[in-house]
C-alpha cells in the first residue's frame, strides 16, 4: 500500500458503498484500494460494465468494445463488488441513509461505513424520445457509429444525404469531425452541417479554438448555421428557429445528430471536502463526485470527465483520514490544467497550463492521447496522476 498524509487506520474495516460506476466513482475505487488494504467496497451501478462515454465518438474508427470495462473483471481486479441495479437519490434519502448508515437496493441491506454518490448524467437510464432520423448519445452507447450511420444512410438510398449536427461544445464538435472523416473514408458523397444557438463553436473555451475550429470546417467543407435553435425533426425536414427573430423554418434533413449538452436535474451540494451537504448539514459519512456534484470550495466544478477524476481521488483520500485516528481531510482545490477537443482522427485543438496557451495537431493529439493513457493505467491499479 501506498503511504497517505495524514491517515492512522483504525482497527475495524471500513465498509464503503459507491453508488454510480462512472469516473468518479471508478477513481474513488481505485484511491481506496490504492491507499489501504483493510476497506470493503460495494459499487451500485445500472450498467454490468463501465463505459468511457468520454470516447464515443472514437467509434467512428474502433469498436464499441474498446471503451467497455466489465464490472466482473474490476471485481477480480480490485475485490470488490458490483451490484447490478440503479438507485434512486434524493435530499430525504441521503438523509435517512446518513442516519440509518445503510440502504436497500432490491432485498437487500447493505450496511456502510461511507456511501459515495457518483451518479453522474448516466443517459443510458434516461428516457428518449425515439424519433426517426434523430440520433443521440443514447444511440453510440448500444451501437458503433461506423455501424449506426452506414446502416442508416443504406436504408435512406439518397445519393447524396444531407447530415445535421446539431450543438458545438466539445461532444457535437467532435462528433462532428469524426462523421466527416467517416464519410470521406467511406467515399459517401453527403453534404454535412453543424446548427448551433451562438455564432461561436466551443465557447466555453478560449476564443482561440471557435476560429480554429470554424477555419478546419471551412476547409472541410462544413456549412455551419449560427444563432438558430433545433424545434424538433419532422420526417426528413430537422424544424429550426432564428434566434434573434424568432422565425420558424426548416431544412432538409436525412440523419440528425443531438448533442444539447449534460442535463443533469439533481445537483448535489458538498462542502470543500467532499462531504454532502443537505439544509445546511452536512452529512459526515456521505461524499458526493462526478457531475452531480458542486463543491463549496475553490475547485473545478465543470462538468468533464477531467473534474470527475479529480473529486473522486480526493472522496477516495478523506474517506480514509475520516476513518482514521486523526481526521485531517484535504480541501478541493484542483484545478483544470488544459483541455483537448478531438477535430477526427488527425487533428485537436486544445489548451495546456493555461487558457492562453493554445496547442493544435500533433502536440495536442499528444496531450490527450496522455490524459486518456492515465485514466486506462488507473483502472489496471496504476496511479499516474499527480496529486
Request: aromatic residues 8%.
Amino acid at each position: 500500500m501506498v503511504l497517505l498524509p495524514f491517515y492512522i487506520p483504525g482497527q475495524r474495516r471500513t465498509k464503503v458503498v459507491i453508488v454510480g460506476g462512472g469516473y468518479a466513482g471508478l477513481t474513488a475505487l481505485t484511491t481506496l484500494k490504492q491507499y489501504a488494504s483493510n476497506v470493503d467496497i460495494t459499487i451500485i451501478d445500472p450498467s454490468d460494465q463501465h463505459l468511457k462515454v468520454t470516447h464515443l465518438h472514437e467509434t467512428f474508427r474502433y469498436p464499441l468494445s474498446d471503451l467497455l470495462v466489465s464490472f466482473s473483471v474490476l471485481e477480480s481486479r480490485f475485490n470488490c463488488r458490483h451490484i447490478q441495479a440503479a438507485l434512486a437519490v434524493t435530499d430525504e434519502l441521503l438523509l435517512q441513509w446518513q442516519d440509518q448508515k445503510s440502504l436497500v437496493v432490491g432485498d437487500e441491506r447493505i450496511d456502510f461505513d461511507y456511501l459515495v454518490v457518483t451518479t453522474g448524467v448516466d443517459t443510458r437510464t434516461q428516457q428518449c424520445d425515439q424519433i426517426e432520423n434523430v440520433f443521440t448519445l443514447q444511440h453510440f452507447m448500444q451501437t458503433p457509429g461506423t455501424e449506426l450511420l452506414r446502416e442508416h444512410l443504406s436504408k435512406l438510398g439518397q445519393d447524396e444525404p444531407l447530415i445535421s449536427v446539431v450543438g458545438a461544445g466539445a461532444t457535437g464538435i467532435q462528433f462532428l469531425f469524426e462523421i466527416k472523416q467517416f464519410l470521406c473514408r467511406q467515399n459517401i458523397k453527403a453534404k454535412l452541417r453543424l446548427i448551433h444557438s451562438s455564432d461561436q463553436v466551443l465557447a466555453q473555451f478560449p476564443r482561440g479554438f471557435d476560429a480554429y475550429v470554424q477555419s478546419c470546417m471551412q476547409d472541410l467543407n462544413i456549412d455551419f448555421i449560427p444563432d438558430t435553435r433545433y424545434r424538433g425533426q419532422n420526417d426528413c425536414s430537422v424544424m429550426l428557429e432564428e434566434k434573434q427573430t424568432g422565425r420558424s423554418f426548416e431544412l432538409t434533413s436525412h440523419a440528425t445528430f443531438l448533442f444539447l449538452g449534460k442535463k443533469q436535474e439533481n445537483i448535489l451540494s458538498a462542502n470543500m471536502f467532499g462531504q454532502s451537504v443537505v439544509n445546511h448539514q452536512t452529512l459526515q459519512n456521505i461524499f458526493v463526485a462526478g457531475d452531480c456534484s458542486v463543491y463549496t470550495a475553490f475547485g473545478s466544478n465543470i462538468q468533464s470527465a477531467q473534474s470527475a477524476v479529480r473529486k473522486g481521488k480526493l472522496v477516495g483520500r478523506n474517506i480514509l483520514r475520516h476513518s482514521g485516528m486523526l481526521k485531517i481531510l484535504e480541501p478541493y482545490l484542483h484545478h483544470d490544467i488544459g483541455y483537448v477537443v478531438n477535430l477526427g482522427p488527425s487533428d485537436a485543438v486544445g489548451w495546456l497550463i493555461t487558457q492562453g496557451n493554445i496547442v493544435t495537431g500533433i502536440p495536442a493529439l499528444a496531450i490527450k492521447e496522455l490524459v486518456e493513457a492515465q485514466y486506462d493505467l488507473l483502472l489496471m491499479g496504476i496511479d499516474t496522476y499527480v496529486v
